[in-house]
């Protein structure tokens, strides 16, 4: 589903990432892990079309994305890939003026062309399902950040992704809360989805990711299956961030 | 939420402050109204009803005190006659003008004031020396003085505001082509004529249709405010504007903004001197130019009567008046002293005031509204060019801003009226007015959505990008509604400084409300009383927009809104 080979991105003539290459098959998730600054953030952006990078190559979804492509080019991809991925930022960036509901149903009303009344039922439904129906009609600053945090990642649901990005999802969530949350993310797998995600909660990645990718100064240390990367690190600087985390 | 970058306390003045403000307008009004009520019992009965406006200018004099002569400046000692006890207006009959019974204070100076700015022929400065003072006007000074034998200053002056400077004591004369009228008279003192004039109606070379004032009938006719031709035309229910400048006037009849210009017939005779103009028969309906003084300068009135009888006999005047083109047969009537003219009055009434006040309150309203309209959108335009649009279109929007904030609104509302017409557009005063004001705001407007727009964190645009919004949908959905909310304030601030800039509409003759106060004050003499109001209609005005502006901050700014989710 994703594919990324030999990937550089350069930030004011500094090398940021270093060649990368990740594999991600459909129907899976992939927990990006790593110190602050290693690169994690930014590799999601060049996946998913936020930002552009100076060598290699992505496909993501059935987009390619490539340096070479004239500016125009680049946005009429990146349309047709904004349809089939989602993302849910670290810092939300929830809209501040709308309401819970107003946030989950405006995407699908204005881009997805979808009845008002199934947007609403459809938004209601979801915030059920996370426990925040009473914050329906409040705006984002009335909410707690537990509550912001489960309304930006309905936002992204809402629009129905085949993969999915998540920067630090969990991060304002208690145990009981991320535990319901992951659930919720392990049927979105279930169901044929792709789940990228970038979090410093080994925790909350055990039982939900299939592959772990380790990154430290743009480079990819260690990678592999969960259990594998998590347990049995064979990298010692992987072993010295799993000790921290 | 994050604090508002662009929220500026002064658009909400606090509630006291207005009070205090409103507390001193009342007790003004309440002062000028307790000394009206103590003057007539301060008097003896024999005397004529003293002029209530002519306290206006000293509202701090205890009302109850018989009034006291000025007191003295350094280089203009009292003037009123030492040997005269009674500090009040007697009508000096006509005999004694010829006597001298004082003396003037030694080393006096008369001052006098005058509007020299488009004042020719009256009083001008040279188009070949600008330092050099000309005109029939100040010749005439030039005359007194010399009979008086005491030198003269010239103190350039507004000319809406030459008799309250008078009672202030800037100067110590008016000569001005003042007409003496009913208002002035309770006001001020009136020398003898020196120049009987009558009123030149002006056409267009084209015209065939005006011949006399008559045929003005459903046409536009332009004169000055509150000038003997302006009366004649209110008293005749013709349609008039009223100007400022009487060279504007006749610039309009140019370019066929009005269709005849009514004047006295001296400045026709320098205004309408070109091939384009033609009178519209002979000059008629005549009246008198005066020189006006303090009331209580009885000593001044008398000298300065008796040096305008001897230059009107000596044969000075009519030598002035000839060198100036202005000698006719009338003026022989001032060395004859049998001169007659009328004093003519302005009608002014209460009601009339409040209505003429209130239809410009309209205007002002529908200027601000119709500018600030132009100013947001134009002004959300140039916002976008500047952050958005390439780079020659972002220089472009750099000038625009940097040309309307940095040179003044009145000039640019002056260039526009004028240069209009020259490409062929002829559109209304009140249009103009807009269009200029709107322009003018334009430029502020554009800033402050420029930084609200920049003050929307760039994670907002990716979020809404993610979600598959394009541009356009993002801007109108996310960013303007969130722009919106910052700019708001800043906006109502200017909106409310743009409902007191529609004042400088005046300079185009329209009828707003500083114009209509302008007018009815210097008619009527009371700048107070008619200022308080007008200041109550203006802010009649900005308050309830200011309460509604928060109103609807709040608005936006509630966390709980309680209302369905229509997006």
Same mark, same amino acid.
């Given at each position: ?15 940021? @990432? ?22 994690? +953030? +930014? ?126 999802? +969990?991060?304002? @969530? ?63 600087? +992987? ?7 | ?92 009959? !006509? ?15 008369? &001052? ?13 400065? !040279? ?59 309770? /006001?001020?003192?009136?020398? %003898? ?54 060279? /504007? ?26 091939? %384009? ?23 001044? %009135? ?42 003519? !009055? ?47 279109? &972002? ?15 009145? /000039? ?113 003499? %009371? ?41």
């Amino acid at each position: 589903m994703i594919h990324v080979s030999g990937l550089e991105k350069f930030f004011q003539g500094k090398r940021v @990432l270093h060649g990368l290459n990740v594999d991600i098959p459909r129907g899976s998730a992939l927990g990006i892990i790593g110190g602050s600054g290693s690169g994690k +953030t +930014t590799l999601m952006r060049c996946i998913n079309g936020l930002l552009r990078f100076e060598q290699g190559q992505v496909r993501c979804g059935d987009v390619d994305l490539l340096p070479t492509l004239s500016e125009k080019d680049y946005k009429k991809r990146l349309q047709s890939l904004r349809r089939q991925v989602g993302m849910v930022f670290q810092h939300l960036y929830l809209f501040p003026h709308k309401t819970a509901l107003q946030n989950v149903i405006e995407a699908p009303l204005y881009v997805a062309n979808i009845s008002r009344d199934q947007a609403i039922a459809e938004g209601e439904r979801w915030l059920e399902r996370f426990g925040i129906a009473h914050t329906a009609h409040r705006r984002p600053e009335a909410l707690s950040g537990g509550e912001q945090q489960r309304v930006a990642i309905i936002r992204a649901l809402m629009m129905k992704p085949k993969i999915l990005f998540l920067d630090e999802p +969990t991060s304002a @969530l208690d145990p009981k809360r991320s535990s319901d949350v992951r659930e919720i993310f392990n049927e979105f797998v279930r169901q044929g989805s792709t789940l990228v995600l970038v979090t410093h909660s080994i925790r909350f990645l055990r039982g939900l990711a299939d592959q772990i990718l380790y990154m430290e100064s743009g480079e990819v240390v260690e990678s592999g299956s969960a259990e594998q990367v998590l347990d049995a690190p064979k990298d010692p600087r +992987t072993r010295a961030f799993l000790e921290y985390a | 939420m994050p604090p508002n970058p662009l929220s500026d306390a002064r658009c909400h003045p606090p509630p006291h402050r207005l009070l205090q403000w409103l507390f001193a307008l009342f007790a003004l009004f309440l002062s000028e109204r307790t000394s009206r009520a103590h003057l007539p019992t301060s008097r003896p009965t024999s005397q004529k009803p003293v002029p209530s406006a002519s306290l206006h200018t000293s509202p701090t004099s205890a009302p109850s005190k018989p009034r006291t002569p000025l007191p003295p400046t350094p280089h203009t000692p009292a003037l009123t006659n030492p040997s005269s006890t009674q500090p009040s207006i007697q009508p000096i009959p !006509s005999k004694l003008s010829t006597s001298i019974d004082g003396q003037l204070p030694k080393g006096f100076v008369l &001052r006098w004031g005058a509007d020299s700015s488009g004042g020719m022929p009256f009083v001008f400065y !040279s188009p070949q020396d600008p330092n050099q003072l000309i005109g029939f006007e100040k010749e005439i000074v030039d005359a007194i003085g010399k009979v008086l034998g005491i030198p003269n200053r010239f103190h350039r002056a507004n000319w809406a505001t030459l008799v309250p400077d008078l009672q202030r004591n800037t100067f110590d004369i008016i000569v001005n082509g003042l007409e003496p009228t009913s208002d002035r008279a309770k /006001v001020i003192a009136f020398s %003898k004529p020196y120049y009987i004039f009558r009123q030149q109606l002006t056409v267009r070379k084209d015209e065939t249709k005006i011949k006399t004032l008559d045929d003005c009938k459903g046409r536009l006719i332009g004169t000055l405010d509150n000038t003997a031709a302006s009366r004649l035309l209110e008293s005749k229910k013709l349609r008039y504007r009223g100007y400022d400048d009487q060279s /504007v006037a006749y610039k309009d009849l140019e370019i066929g903004r009005i269709d005849a210009v009514l004047l006295d017939y001296p400045i026709a005779l320098y205004f309408a001197n070109s091939p %384009k103009f033609k009178p519209a028969g002979p000059p008629f309906h005549r009246g008198a130019y005066i020189i006006g003084m303090r009331k209580q300068d009885t000593l001044l %009135k008398h000298k300065i009567d008796h040096a305008i009888d001897r230059i009107a006999q000596d044969g000075t005047l009519e030598r002035i008046l000839r060198k100036w083109r202005l000698w006719d047969d009338i003026q022989k009537e001032l060395a004859a002293g049998t001169a007659k003219y009328e004093i003519t !009055s302005l009608d002014f009434s209460w009601p009339n005031a409040f209505k003429r006040l209130g239809m410009a309150a309209i205007i002002t309203i529908g200027l601000a509204f119709g500018a600030m309209l132009i100013a947001m959108l134009l002004g959300l335009l140039v916002a976008l060019g500047q952050l958005h649009a390439s780079a020659s279109v &972002r220089v472009l929007c750099n000038i625009y801003v940097e040309f309307f904030r940095g040179t003044p609104i009145l /000039v640019q509302l002056l260039f526009l009226y004028f240069s209009l017409p020259m490409v062929g557009i002829t559109i209304p005063n009140w249009l103009t007015a807009i269009i200029g004001l709107g322009l003018n705001y334009a430029a502020y407007e554009s800033q402050v959505y420029r930084t609200a727009l920049q003050s929307i964190p760039a994670g907002q645009w990716e979020a809404a990008a993610v979600l598959g919004m394009g541009p356009w949908l993002t801007f109108r959905r996310v960013i303007f509604p969130q722009a919106f909310r910052v700019a708001l304030p800043p906006m109502t601030n200017d909106f409310v400084a743009l409902f007191k800039d529609t004042s400088v509409a005046f300079a185009i003759s329209v009828w707003e409300l500083a114009t209509a106060y302008r007018e009815l004050a210097s008619a009527s003499q %009371k700048f107070m009383v008619l200022g308080a109001l007008t200041s109550l209609f203006y802010l009649a005005m900005s308050v309830p927009l200011s309460y509604l502006a928060r109103r609807l901050e709040a608005r936006l700014q509630d966390p709980h809104p309680q209302d369905n989710p229509k997006a």
